[in-house]
Nanobody
Framework: QVQLVESGGGLVQPGGSLRLSCAAS????????QGWYRQAPGKQRELVAT???????NYADFVKGRFTISRDNAKNTVYLQMNSLKPEDTVVYYC?????????????????WGQGTQVTVSS
């Protein structure tokens, strides 16, 4: 079992900043991609940012220039630095980890999600 524990959400004023953290623990597997998604009420979950095992990052257009994804491999933690926050960023953010486990001559693809952390941007 792999657990992803998110933290760092909360209330912030427009233009402010927050840093989300997602720490992974549990069964061993090789991480391919770590990322952040968000989901507004009544809408589909959408990608915010991803970072591959090679360090390649990808961002949704609506966060480019404002958010930065990073990771600390030693801590098995991925971060999302959120700057210049807007009211539209008020949503639940979910951490995601995709990887693979090699066992018995085959590979198992794994996909784990954090519990979600609420970000509220309001004056």
């Amino acid at each position: 079992q792999v657990q992803l524990v998110e933290s760092g959400g909360g209330l912030v004023q427009p233009g402010g900043s927050l840093r989300l953290s997602c720490a992974a623990s549990g069964s061993f597997f090789s991480i391919n991609v770590q990322g952040w998604y968000r989901q507004a009420p009544g809408k589909q979950r959408e990608l915010v940012a991803t970072i591959t095992s090679a360090g390649t990052t990808n961002y949704a257009d609506f966060v480019k220039g404002r958010f930065t994804i990073s990771r600390d491999n030693a801590k098995n933690t991925v971060y999302l630095q959120m700057n210049s926050l807007k009211p539209e960023d008020t949503v639940v953010y979910y951490c995601n980890v995709k990887g693979v486990r090699y066992m018995s001559g085959y590979s198992s693809r794994l996909d784990y999600w954090g519990q979600g952390t609420q970000v509220t941007v309001s004056s």
